[in-house]
């Protein structure tokens, strides 16, 4: 857990301000954060008045610790314990019903049913996701191919399987999709820390856990530049409303 708290990505500041935009998003707006995790995007939500209340519902209680945790000093920030499916929130409650890299996990007609639910009329779903570029530089392209060879189900939950079907999740309802550049730079520490932190990487304990590590560290020496090296991402942001 505390690899996922330090090292996951945040998200460009370029989001809010389609939200704002584009979703009517404003200080005084109720937002649903689904699968809000330990709240790296809920306190984006939250900061400089971005919305009124937000809501973080979170099934997994280590996660929905951290992230009470970490928003302990936003008193509009309320923690929820519930699902994509089944959220606990009330009827036709919310403005905006977020998912922020989550909603591949979702069972997508129950999500969207409950969506449609605690949305008041005209209110919005936002679906977006990091996609870490695979082949943009050649230190990315060896990270993907350690991820292949390390990976346990890396290639079942590529966010790119569910981006491709997207559209399943909003029709009939249109939807519009924006894409923002974004970049998350590690010394060699946080690097390990991010790979960890992923879902499909083994851990302490496992037999390809040494052997990864040590590929790694082969791949920041080459790599490096003045100690770092970078993930650039491509931030994919998926907005309609539903119903």
Same mark, same amino acid.
């Given at each position: 857990m505390g690899n996922y708290v330090r090292y996951r990505p945040a998200y460009p500041a370029a989001v809010v301000d389609l939200l704002m935009s584009e979703c009517g998003l404003n200080s005084a707006s109720v937002v649903a954060d689904i699968a809000s995790g330990t709240g790296i995007f809920?306190?984006?939500?939250?900061?400089?008045?971005?919305?009124?209340?937000?809501?973080?519902?979170?099934?997994?209680?280590e996660m929905r610790n951290a992230g009470e945790e970490f928003l302990r000093t936003?008193?509009?920030?309320?923690?929820?314990?519930?699902?994509?499916?089944?959220?606990?929130l009330a009827d036709h409650s919310v403005d905006l019903v977020t998912a922020a890299q989550a909603a591949h996990?979702?069972?997508?007609?129950?999500a969207r049913r409950e969506f449609i639910r605690i949305c008041k009329l005209g209110g919005w779903?936002?679906?977006?996701?990091?996609?870490?570029?695979?082949?943009?530089?050649?230190f990315l392209r060896e990270y993907e191919k350690l991820l292949l060879t390390y990976g346990t189900d890396y290639e079942n939950v590529r966010h790119e399987r569910t981006t491709?079907?997207?559209?399943? +999740?909003? $029709?009939?309802?249109?939807?519009?999709?924006?894409? =923002? !550049? #974004?970049?998350?730079?590690?010394?060699?520490?946080? &690097?390990?820390?991010?790979?960890?932190?992923?879902?499909?990487?083994?851990?302490?304990?496992?037999?390809?856990?040494?052997?990864?590590?040590?590929?790694?560290?082969?791949? +920041?020496? $080459?790599?490096q530049v003045?100690?770092?090296?970078? =993930? !650039? #991402?491509?931030?994919?942001?998926?907005?309609?409303? &539903?119903?």
């Open positions: 809920t306190r984006i939500l939250l900061e400089d008045g971005n919305a009124g209340r937000v809501f973080g519902v979170e099934p997994n209680a936003y008193p509009n920030f309320t923690s929820v314990e519930g699902t994509a499916e089944a959220t606990t996990w979702f069972d997508r007609e129950k779903a936002v679906l977006l996701w990091n996609e870490r570029r695979t082949d943009s530089t050649p491709e079907e997207i559209g399943t +999740f909003f $029709a009939p309802s249109p939807f519009q999709v924006r894409i =923002f !550049d #974004y970049q998350q730079a590690f010394e060699y520490q946080a &690097l390990e820390g991010r790979l960890l932190s992923s879902s499909y990487t083994p851990q302490a304990g496992e037999a390809t856990y040494l052997p990864m590590l040590h590929d790694l560290r082969l791949i +920041f020496d $080459a790599y003045d100690g770092s090296v970078a =993930f !650039d #991402y491509d931030t994919r942001v998926y907005f309609g409303q &539903l119903g």
